[in-house]
């Protein structure tokens, strides 16, 4: 038989059906519903297919479940549901963010507010077991309204064997996963979110355990939807890790963390004068100053990226990246209560550990505290518990971590911040003009020689204690504590970069 001539008037056969698959494709995009479109662009706000697109590599996204309609037949008109309910309300697929895979979902506000359908939360479960067979990150836009109560298709009674919240919760020790929070995101949606390990949102999202309708069903009164956990307030107790100026910042910040998962990239590194660490530190050791601009001149210039800054702000914390290398950062902040570690600080301490032992993220961490906030009030708050957890999180701290000793690493507080001990570090330094002791030193004085100094007119008192905490300040001093091999060494500042970086290199970066 000889061959056919391709090139010929012959016309091949048409796929079967092809036009029909093209036709429902097209009424699944935002460009088959301009009205609705609309009324989001009116609002100053982004649709779902459009932040997921602004997110990942032209081109990239497989999406699956395109075609899923609500499950509401028993209701309405199939006809209505494949142009009112695409995709059941969630899109999703994988796809690549700067060469990385990853999974992303996002719920559709156009879809009936965003709910959770029955084929959404099937589709759902598949997307969370792809992304943990291929153990890649996942992105999730979370905002919805939570369950939905109208599907009919399905015998539900309590629809709690739904295993999207327990799947997703395990991905999390399989692969990172970040919400993306703006406008409402009520209930299950929430839940979501908030089991993510990042939470980036945008000023005007509400995010919470219940919306309106479930706040009035259950007799506690009428409340609008501005009222429940606006994002200025979540930022404040935590649960918000991130606030964004609008979705399309947050969408940048998504990609920020993307790249320190990602090997494959090469990262730009452009490094500050390290020699201004000499002078950032105040010459008074008693005065307070903030330490981020401390850490960015340490850091990557432009690759610091702050977690959590308004909860618990004695403490400070961020991803960042060292000569180009993933790197987490903690820091005590002594313009807030001197640095002391109160009960948040401790939670946010312990939170930003696990987070890096599951990233695979080596942390250094800069000390500069009077240790834990200590005291009745302090006590009411769970110290103990948040403190001991703390202290946990750090014995369990796998990867790398360095310490770096500023000014003072006084007692358990300064412990904690070191992962346990100042040998549980890879390495622990301190700069020159570090002190380190069981407690602060005049503390230390009055507690020790309490009895003695009771004894004393008041003007003998103080001068004792003066001269008492001078000569234990001598004793406290980073030279005296390196002497006794209690840290590795005492460093120029400048040589800090140099000394972290050569570790970090040494341990292998594992992120």
């Not at 750090?394 to 770096?404: A, E, N």
Request: charged share 25%; with cysteine; proline share 5%.
């Amino acid at each position: 038989m000889a061959d056919r001539d391709l090139d010929s008037d012959e016309q091949t056969s048409p796929v079967t059906g092809l036009d029909e698959v093209v036709a429902r494709r097209f009424l699944t995009t935002d460009a088959a519903r301009p009205e609705r479109v609309g009324k989001r662009h009116a609002a100053g706000r982004r649709t779902a297919r459009e932040n997921i697109s602004d997110l990942i590599d032209d081109g990239s996204l497989i999406e699956y479940g395109q075609f899923a309609t609500a499950a509401q037949e028993q209701r309405s008109e199939l006809a209505d549901l494949v142009t009112q309910t695409p995709a059941d309300g969630l899109i999703g697929g994988t796809a690549t963010v700067d060469g990385l895979p990853c999974l992303v979902m996002s719920y559709d506000w156009m879809v009936q507010a965003g709910t959770q359908g029955m084929r959404g939360h099937h589709k759902t479960d598949r997307l969370i077991d792809i992304a943990t067979r291929l153990r890649v990150p996942a992105v999730f836009f979370t905002e919805g309204g939570g369950g939905r109560p109208g599907d009919t298709d399905y015998p539900v009674v309590s629809a709690l064997d739904v295993g999207s919240f327990r799947m997703w919760g395990a991905l999390g020790e399989v692969a990172p996963r970040i919400a993306v929070v703006s406008g409402r995101c009520f209930a299950g949606n929430a839940v979501l979110a908030g089991s993510a390990d990042l939470r980036i949102a945008t000023p005007d999202a509400n995010l919470g355990m219940a919306g309106p309708a479930m706040i009035a069903g259950g007799g506690l009164g009428q409340v609008s939807a501005d009222e429940i956990g606006p994002a200025d307030e979540q930022a404040e107790n935590g649960v918000i890790d991130v606030l964004a100026d609008d979705e399309s910042h947050a969408v940048d910040i998504v990609r920020q963390v993307l790249g320190l998962l990602n090997a494959d990239v090469d990262q730009a590194v452009t490094v500050t004068d390290q020699a201004q660490l000499r002078t950032m530190l105040p010459a008074n050791d008693r005065e307070a100053f903030d330490v981020r601009p401390l850490a960015e001149a340490l850091l990557d210039v432009g690759s610091v990226l702050w977690l959590r800054e308004r909860w618990a702000p004695e403490l400070v914390t961020a991803l960042a990246r060292i000569d180009g290398m993933p790197v987490g950062l903690i820091a005590n902040q002594s313009s807030h209560l001197a640095g002391a570690l109160t009960s948040d600080a401790a939670t946010k301490a312990a939170d930003f550990l696990e987070l890096c032992q599951r990233w695979a993220i080596p942390i250094v961490s800069l000390v500069d505290t009077p240790g834990f906030m200590v005291g009745p009030d302090a006590e009411r708050t769970g110290l103990v518990r948040t403190a001991s957890r703390m202290v946990n999180a750090g014995s369990c701290f796998t990867q790398p971590l360095i310490g770096v000793v500023l000014r003072r690493g006084y007692g358990l507080g300064a412990q904690a911040m070191l992962g346990g001990d100042t040998h549980r570090p890879l390495l622990t330094v301190a700069w020159p003009q570090a002190h380190l002791g069981p407690m602060g030193l005049e503390g230390a004085v009055r507690l020790s020689m309490a009895k003695h100094l009771a004894a004393l007119p008041e003007d003998e008192r103080e001068e004792l204690v003066r001269t008492s905490t001078e000569a234990m300040r001598e004793h406290a001093k980073a030279l005296n504590a390196a002497r006794v091999f209690e840290i590795d060494d005492v460093i120029d500042p400048a040589d800090t970069r140099r000394v972290v970086v050569g570790m970090l290199r040494r341990a292998g970066s594992r992120a």
